[in-house]
């Protein structure tokens, strides 16, 4: 009796082999996209499944609060630099956080643009309002085309291109006259907003600043929780099912590409506002190693995140400056712990532990 | 002395060697990315900075063991290769089950690492590396000067190429290697031991950036940027290539160097964006890349 049971299970054992090496195979067949390959998404890495609350609405207006008392505490000119490089981490994460597309080349909408603003504000004397504007849609006209050429690959290959395709506006920008190669555009004005207010006063620039800040963290946040936003995140979770769910997610990956080439533009034009400044370290790959590295530490895929992650950059850079060459040393330190031990960065910590979505 | 197209013939052959010499890195490099890429499923950023360490362990087996330069070819690329061995247990093998971005974000922090180290103790300046002894002079072909050295580089990478190859194409190693690419969990069932293949291949992917470095280091001189300057073109090069074939890496790296030297010549102000330009042509008409399977 017992020897046939057991004969009995090993059939069956047997039967269940051959099932799932049948399966095997076909998964493999598959394993070509990747998709399909068994893997951690950002989201399961950030914010899990006992997210409880939404605490939105009340961290943002401790947020405001803060960024409102701040400057009487904190020198101003830091603060808008800050800022500036969060809307830029914010711009960021909208790619990686909710789509989930790596894009290494976010200089290049950051840096072009602040030239735009510059050589605006400069040789045409555009208002600064003009000025970010014209920067505005240089980083929209050059995502439109850096996003439509990248889209056409995935996964790791995004990530290349959209490094190699900003290498190749980095030497347009080393070679390009009006961009005064080594020197940048220095001492570029600021002017009067409007033609009315007069932006020299470190006040009223940071007045401006936190408003054009907060303005694109709040488009950014609408974005996220529209229902394009929903489907941006059904692609960043798989693409296979919302393609077959008959959503054209080439599209929508691009107007999300463009949104936040855009917005990483409206970043960089600001900057050449506020520091009268755009250089070819705006252009070049380490900057757009350093907004993936702020966001990283900030928390992928969480709102508030690649905030936090530019203040905390930025503070580093400031704090360590003493020490020069070590601070890419830390840096990259910085980039292996986080993605060893720390994959949800700071914000997506306190989402965790406090069981709520931030 | 006949001219093609206005160009002096010498003018024109030089930057061809160049080209090709650019070629045999851009070969070396995509080689091995690809290589790491087929087991690993990780792009490794840090491939220029272990080739800058190749270049930089024969820099310093020369200064303080007096090791020249036909020890460094050995020494070198089995020091870095190590190094990449440690790096693979230490830090990649935890990353397998994430989203392949983790892979290029840790690497990106490795490079950065690695040439901030270098930095703080050499300086930017490059540092000279003399041409073996054996190897200096060149010969003169009637239409141009070809040093010897640079002969050597060009013939030496198309070996190590076709090398590299034959092992993966042809011998049972290689055949362990693409069944583990295709299928880990069979392959492992067979009683072969899938981790240790893994680490050493990406132990041997670095150790071709690293052999690549030491022959870079007599042409280009040694300094901490080498690498990284080299890395994003060689990412365009992958990109045009595709990383799915061997000889389709060797085949795009050396094409784009002639082009690259030829557009010297032709139109000098385009030669740093022409391989970009013609990335971006291939993802218009081949999204795929010129010797990939469908992405």
């Known amino acids: ?358 | 002395m006949f001219e093609l197209l206005g160009i002096p013939p010498q003018a024109l052959f030089g930057q061809l060697l160049i080209g090709l010499i650019n070629g045999s890195f851009y070969a070396l490099l995509s080689l091995g990315l690809a290589v790491i890429f087929g087991m690993l499923n990780i792009i490794n950023f840090s491939h220029g900075a272990q080739y800058m360490m190749g270049a930089f362990v024969a820099f310093l087996l020369l200064q303080h063991l007096d090791i020249g330069y036909w020890g460094a070819l050995i020494v070198a690329p089995i020091v870095v290769g190590f190094t990449g061995v440690l790096i693979e247990r230490l830090f990649l093998q935890r990353l397998y089950k994430l989203d392949h971005l983790y892979g290029l974000l840790l690497t990106f922090g490795l490079a950065l690492i690695i040439e901030g180290i270098a930095r703080k103790y050499y300086g930017s300046a490059g540092l000279p590396y003399r041409v073996p002894d054996s190897l200096q002079g060149g010969q003169n072909l009637g239409f141009m000067f070809l040093p010897n050295y640079r002969a050597w580089v060009i013939v030496f990478s198309l070996f190590v190429c076709l090398g590299t190859w034959f092992v993966i194409e042809r011998t049972r190693l290689g055949a362990y290697l693409r069944a583990a690419t295709e299928n880990p969990t069979l392959v492992r069932a067979f009683g072969i031991n899938v981790p240790r293949l893994i680490t050493l291949t990406y132990g041997f992917g670095v150790g071709l950036a690293a052999l690549a470095g030491v022959m870079a280091a007599p042409i280009y001189n040694v300094s901490p940027q080498m690498g990284s300057e080299l890395i994003i073109v060689v990412f365009a090069v992958v990109v045009i290539g595709g990383m799915g074939s061997i000889m389709g890496a060797v085949v795009t790296g050396f094409g784009l160097g002639v082009i690259e030297g030829l557009t010297k010549v032709f139109f000098p102000e385009a030669s740093n964006t022409v391989i970009f330009v013609i990335m971006a042509i291939v993802l218009l008409v081949r999204p795929a890349g010129l010797f990939g399977r469908s992405a």
């Not at chain 1, 080349?105 to 014209?134: Q, R």
């Open chain 1, 1 to 358: 009796m017992a020897v046939g049971e057991n004969r009995g299970a090993d059939r069956r054992r047997y039967f269940s082999m051959k099932l799932s090496l049948l399966w095997g195979s076909k998964g493999n067949d598959g394993s070509k996209k990747p998709s399909d390959q068994p893997k951690v998404s950002i989201e399961d890495e950030t914010s899990g499944a006992t997210v409880t609350k939404d605490m939105f609405g009340i961290a943002f207006i401790a947020m405001t609060v803060l960024l409102a008392i701040a400057p009487f505490f904190v020198y101003p000119l830091f603060l808008m630099q800050a800022l500036c490089f969060a809307l830029f981490a914010c711009a960021f994460n909208l790619l990686i956080g909710y789509v989930g597309l790596l894009s290494f080349g976010h200089a290049l909408y950051f840096g072009w643009a602040s030239y735009l603003s510059a050589h605006a504000a400069k040789v045409w004397g555009l208002t600064p309002e003009l000025a970010i504007l014209t920067g505005t849609l240089t980083g929209c006209v050059l995502g439109l085309i850096a996003g439509s050429l990248a889209i056409r690959r995935l996964g790791i290959y995004f990530a290349m291109i959209t490094l190699s395709l900003a290498q190749m506006m980095y030497f347009f920008a080393l070679q390009a006259k009006f961009t005064g190669g080594e020197d940048g555009i220095q001492a570029v004005p600021r002017g009067k907003l409007f033609g009315v207010v007069d932006l020299s006063n470190q006040m009223t620039m940071y007045v401006v600043v936190a408003v054009i800040f907060l303005a694109g963290f709040l488009f950014i946040h609408r974005i996220i929780n529209s229902p394009f936003g929903e489907v941006l995140k059904a692609i960043r979770e798989n693409e296979q099912r919302a393609i077959s769910l008959g959503y054209k997610t080439e599209r929508y990956k691009l107007v999300a590409f463009v949104l936040s080439a855009t917005l990483a533009g409206l970043a960089g034009s600001t900057k050449a506002i506020v520091l009268q400044l755009a250089s070819l370290t705006d252009v070049n790959w380490p900057m757009s190693g350093e907004v993936v590295l702020m966001t990283l530490v900030g928390g992928l895929g969480t709102i508030f995140g690649p905030v936090i992650g530019a203040f905390v950059i930025l503070v580093m850079q400031y704090k360590l400056a003493p020490v020069g060459e070590w601070v890419v040393v830390i840096q990259g330190a910085i980039f292996v712990l986080c993605v060893l031990l720390f994959r949800r960065g700071i914000i997506g910590e306190i989402a965790r532990l406090l069981r709520i979505r931030l």
